[in-house]
Structure formats: structure tokens, C-alpha cells
């Protein structure tokens, strides 16, 4: 691991102006993944920013009947709160289904909005990769892509997104909230958080330098049933091969995000509107355009068998 210099922050400001003042800042909160990067020497800053003090770690109700989670909410905490446990189940049962129960208790709402792709080359720094050394290529391509993305993806990387709470995040419609380094505040809707790789995979998202994220709210509570299936090649502590947040009406509309197929949560609103025909026609609209290897294919046929069995569970509990 390389030298860095460390400060606690004190307000969120402070924290936004110390990462603009040091261009190689990391904000650093339960580590989870920045330390591994750090000791991989996979990410190397200069300078680390512990928000770990700054008071985010409190969920409250939104005047608007929503939830505001602050950015320190550690996800052990939010999968067990009670208003997420009755309202938005999804989200609970996401983050349930996501890494470890050591894992969960230091891992935070932002961190685990932010956590990098697991693709096997952007670990290895050996192999080229866009993402990891942008211009030096994509060992993916014309390697191993099981575990990689089949749609969303570019000629420069086709890397998956981990997370399982941000495919909830994303069929809640959540916002993300972020405050910049002279105290201007953001609200992003979580559709338009990340971005796809296109030639420029090492950016992933649309924060801003030194723009920390402070809350993620969530509105008011959509009714339906709430299903999380996450199909992986063990039962726990590894990623999903296809995961599906789906929220179910007694007459088989809905919602539905997939997790595991693409380099941030995938959902297209306009293809729900086949939900009602059943998961072929859901996932055939929700994947149009894909473009799976012939090593992950098997994406497409999963997903359809996946969304096919969240349905059927949103509407056995109805
Ligand atoms: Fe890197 Fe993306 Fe290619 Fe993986 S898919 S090697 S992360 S550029």
C-alpha cells in the first residue's frame, strides 16, 4: 500500500472542500472495498477523508411520507429498520442477499452506492483495463465474461455493477443527495446517477470532484408485493449472476430492476408495461438490444427464469 495523508472531516462541506483541495482524495467511511482497491494498489490516493464523524448515520421520515437514509447508514442497520422491513421490503431483502453479515455491519448507503465492478481484470493489475488504466484496453473482451455485463456495456468495458441494494434503490426511485465543497446541494434521481461506460468506463457516475453523497430518500412507500431474487453460484457472500428487484400488483403489473446484466442497476420503465403478459415478454422488452458473449448467454435465459419467479412470488403473497 502507498503513503497517504488522512483528516477527519467535521461538516459535509468541509469534507466536499478537502477532497477538491487534494486531487487525489478518497472519501473513506466503513472501507469496505476502497481498503482492498488500496491494498490491490488498484486505487492509490494521496489522500484519505474520513466522514465517519459527519452525523449521517440517522433514517427519518420525509415530510412527503418518504424515507430519508443518511449516507452513513450502515446497511445492517437499514436492512433491519423497521419502516424498511414494512415498506420497502425490497430493499431490505436486497441488502440481505448482499456480501457478509461483517460486511453489512461496516458497509454504509454510499459506499455500497459507489463500490466498484468485480470484473476479474480490473482486479489484476497485470491485464489491461480501461476502467483501472483508461486507454490501456479491455482484457474482458475476447476473455472470460460470464459474471460480465450483456447489455449497457461498450466496446471499452462491459464490467457489472455489484451492487444489490442499488438495483432496490433503483425500482424504489430513489434520489441521491449530495452536497459540493461551497455548500451547494444536489439531488440526482438514481436514474441518472450512473453513467455507462461508453469510451470512458473509469467514469461511473455523475458526482462532481469532491461532491459527497449525504442521503439517499426514497418516496413515499408504492404499495405491491416486494421480491428480491438474487441467483449467484453460491448461496452467500458472492455476487449476482442475475439478480431481479421487483415490486408486484395483484394483476401482474409492476415494477422490475435487474442487478448482475449491466454497468449500473437495469430498468426500463417503458418495458413494464409487459409485465402483465408474462417474464418472457417483461425480460424480451427489458433487455432489447442485448448483446450477450458466448460465455454469458445464459444471462438472458436466467433473467426471463428469474423475473418469472419473482412474479410468481409478488402474486403467491398477494
Ligand atoms: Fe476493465 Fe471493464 Fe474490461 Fe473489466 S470489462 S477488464 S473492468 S475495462
Same mark, same amino acid.
Do not use: F, M, Y
Given at each position: 500500500m502507498k503513503a497517504f495523508s488522512y483528516e477527519r472531516a467535521s461538516t459535509p462541506e468541509a469534507a466536499a472542500a478537502a477532497a477538491v483541495q487534494h486531487p487525489q482524495a478518497r472519501f473513506i467511511a466503513g472501507g469496505t472495498n476502497l481498503l482492498d482497491l488500496m491494498k490491490l494498489q488498484i486505487e492509490q490516493p494521496g489522500h484519505l477523508i474520513d466522514v465517519?464523524? !459527519?452525523? !449521517? =448515520?440517522r433514517v427519518e421520515p420525509t415530510p412527503e411520507g418518504g424515507l430519508r437514509i443518511g449516507a452513513l447508514v450502515r446497511n445492517t442497520d437499514l436492512a433491519g429498520h423497521e419502516r424498511v422491513r414494512s415498506s420497502y421490503a425490497v430493499l431490505s431483502r436486497a441488502l440481505l442477499a448482499g456480501a457478509s453479515g461483517q460486511l453489512r455491519n461496516k458497509a454504509t448507503t454510499a459506499g455500497n452506492l459507489l463500490q466498484r465492478t468485480r470484473c476479474p481484470y480490473f482486479y489484476d493489475t497485470d491485464m489491461a483495463c480501461n476502467k483501472r488504466a +483508461?486507454?490501456?484496453?479491455?482484457? @474482458?473482451i475476447g476473455g472470460m $465474461?460470464?459474471?460480465?455485463? *450483456?447489455?449497457?456495456?461498450?466496446e471499452a468495458c462491459i464490467a457489472t455493477h455489484p451492487s444489490d441494494m442499488a438495483v432496490a434503490m433503483r425500482v424504489l426511485d430513489a434520489t441521491v443527495e449530495t452536497v459540493k465543497a461551497g455548500g451547494a446541494q444536489r439531488r440526482i434521481p438514481i436514474a441518472d446517477f450512473y453513467r455507462l461506460?461508453?469510451? $470512458?468506463?473509469? !467514469?461511473?457516475?455523475? !458526482?462532481?470532484?469532491g461532491e459527497l453523497i449525504t442521503a439517499v430518500t426514497l418516496p413515499s412507500p408504492p404499495g405491491g408485493r416486494h421480491v428480491y431474487r438474487k441467483v449467484r453460484?453460491?448461496?452467500?457472500y458472492a455476487f449476482a449472476l442475475v439478480s431481479v428487484a421487483a415490486i408486484v400488483? +395483484? =394483476?401482474?403489473s409492476g415494477r422490475v430492476a435487474l442487478g448482475g *446484466?449491466? +454497468?449500473?442497476p437495469w430498468r426500463v420503465e @417503458?418495458?413494464? @408495461?409487459q409485465l402483465p403478459r408474462g417474464a418472457k415478454a417483461a425480460a424480451d422488452a427489458v433487455l432489447a438490444g442485448a448483446r450477450p458473449t458466448a460465455d454469458n448467454g445464459f444471462k438472458l435465459t436466467l433473467a426471463e427464469r428469474t423475473i418469472a419467479a419473482a412474479l410468481a412470488e409478488g402474486k403467491v403473497r398477494t
Open positions: 465517519n464523524g !459527519l452525523k !449521517l =448515520d +483508461p486507454g490501456s484496453g479491455c482484457s @474482458a $465474461t460470464r459474471q460480465l455485463a *450483456v447489455i449497457g456495456g461498450s461506460p461508453g469510451q $470512458t468506463p473509469h !467514469l461511473e457516475n455523475n !458526482l462532481e470532484r453460484d453460491r448461496a452467500s400488483q +395483484p =394483476d401482474g *446484466v449491466a +454497468p449500473q @417503458a418495458a413494464e @408495461a
